[in-house]
C-alpha cells in the first residue's frame, strides 16, 4: 500500500474530548517489533513508506560513529537530538564544533529560534535572532561536521544527498530498518531524510536499544540512556519517556513520529495521519502499556489536558490501542 493510501486509510487511534464530547479525533500508523524483527501487533499499515523525519536521528548518529566521530556520552547524545535550544544545549553544540576545529558558521540547518518556549523567550530578550546554532537540529549537523573531518571528506558538501556521509546515513538506516531507503527527500532543517516503513523504524530502535555497550549502537543508546536532557530538554515529553522506561531509546519527530525501543529487542513506532503532535506521545504511552510495560511516570506523560478558560475539562484520549 502507498503511504498516501495508509494514510488516509488509517484508523482512528485518537479522540479529543471536551466535557465528555468527542470534538475531533485523530488517524494513524502503530507497530510493534519483537526482538527478531517480526510484527507482533500492527494498527493500521505499518509497512508502508513514511519520512520518520528527526526520530531518524539516532541511527544517523549510528553512522557518524562509523565514519569515526569521537564524542563523549552527553555530545553523543546531542548528536542524536532535536534539542530544545536551552543554554547547556547551545554549549554542547559548541563544544561539537570545536573539538573538530569549526565554529556555528560552519553550521548549514536553516537558523531558527529556540524549540523551547521559555529558551526562546530568554534568546529574544537577550537580542538575539534566528540562528543555525539554536535551530533544533544543531547538535545533529555539528556531528555531521565532525564525521566528515574524522573521514577526511568534504565538510563544505554534507548536505548534498550524493555526500559519502549521507550515504554511509542511508546505508545504516537500511541496514538497521531490515529494508532499503525508499525515498530521500529535504527535512526542515535542509539535511536529507530518508524514508522507511513504520514497522523498519520499530525494529531499528529494538536493535539499537539491545545492542551490545562497545558497538556503535550501543553507544549511541547508552548515551541517550544516560542523557534523555540533551536529547531532548528539561521540559519535553521524550525526555521524561526515557528516564520513566528502564533502558528505553527514544526520540520524537515532526508530523507526529515517535519511536522507541527497549532493552530486550522489542521496538515500537507512532504515526499520526495528520501530523499534529498532541495525539503522538497519548498513542505511544498506550502501545507501550498494551505491551505490559507499566512504568511509573507513563500516566503522566500520555496525558494531554483539553483545556477550557484554561483549566482541563477533557484530554486527548488513545482508542483501539
Not at 489536558?305 to 484554561?310: F, Y
Request: glycine share 12%; net charge negative.
Amino acid at each position: 500500500m502507498s503511504s498516501v493510501q495508509a494514510l488516509s486509510g488509517a484508523p482512528v487511534v485518537a479522540h479529543v474530548v471536551r466535557n465528555g464530547f468527542v470534538e475531533s479525533v485523530h488517524h494513524g500508523c502503530a507497530v510493534v517489533t519483537d526482538p527478531d524483527g517480526s510484527v507482533v501487533r500492527e494498527v493500521g499499515d505499518a509497512g508502508a513508506a513514511c519520512f520518520p523525519r528527526s526520530s531518524n536521528k539516532p541511527l544517523q548518529a549510528v553512522a557518524m560513529l562509523k565514519a569515526g566521530l569521537q564524542l563523549n556520552a552527553p555530545l553523543l547524545a546531542l548528536a542524536s537530538a532535536s534539542h530544545s535550544g536551552e543554554a547547556f544545549h547551545l554549549d554542547g553544540v559548541r563544544q561539537i564544533l570545536a573539538e573538530s576545529d569549526f565554529t556555528p558558521d560552519d553550521l548549514q540547518n536553516t537558523p531558527d529560534l529556540p524549540y523551547d518556549v521559555q529558551a526562546r523567550d530568554a534568546w529574544l530578550a537577550a537580542g538575539h535572532g534566528p540562528t543555525s546554532l539554536t535551530q533544533n537540529c544543531s547538535g545533529k549537523h555539528a556531528g555531521m561536521l565532525g564525521a566528515c573531518r574524522a573521514a577526511g571528506w568534504d565538510p563544505a558538501t554534507y548536505l548534498d544527498p550524493q555526500h559519502p556521509l549521507q550515504q554511509s546515513m542511508e546505508q545504516t538506516i537500511s541496514e538497521l530498518a531490515g529494508e532499503q531507503v525508499s525515498a530521500t527527500a529535504t527535512d526542515g532543517c535542509g539535511a536529507p531524510v530518508m524514508a522507511i516503513s513504520l514497522t523498519g523504524l520499530a525494529r531499528a530502535f529494538g536493535r539499537v536499544a539491545a545492542a551490545p555497550e562497545r558497538t556503535h549502537e550501543g553507544r549511541v543508546a547508552g548515551a541517550i540512556r544516560a542523557h534523555p536532557d540533551y536529547l531532548g530538554g528539561t521540559r519535553r515529553d521524550v525526555t521524561a519517556l526515557i528516564r520513566a522506561v528502564p533502558g528505553a531509546v527514544a526520540k520524537d519527530g515532526a508530523e507526529a513520529v515517535y519511536a522507541v525501543g527497549l532493552p530486550d529487542g522489542r521496538g515500537f513506532a507512532v504515526k499520526i495521519a495528520d501530523g499534529t503532535q498532541r495525539a503522538r506521545q497519548v498513542v505511544m504511552v498506550a502501545l507501550l502499556r498494551a505491551a505490559g510495560i507499566d512504568a511509573a511516570g507513563l500516566d503522566e506523560i500520555g496525558t494531554v489536558p483539553v483545556l477550557g478558560h484554561g483549566e482541563p475539562v477533557g484530554a486527548v484520549l488513545p482508542i483501539g490501542i
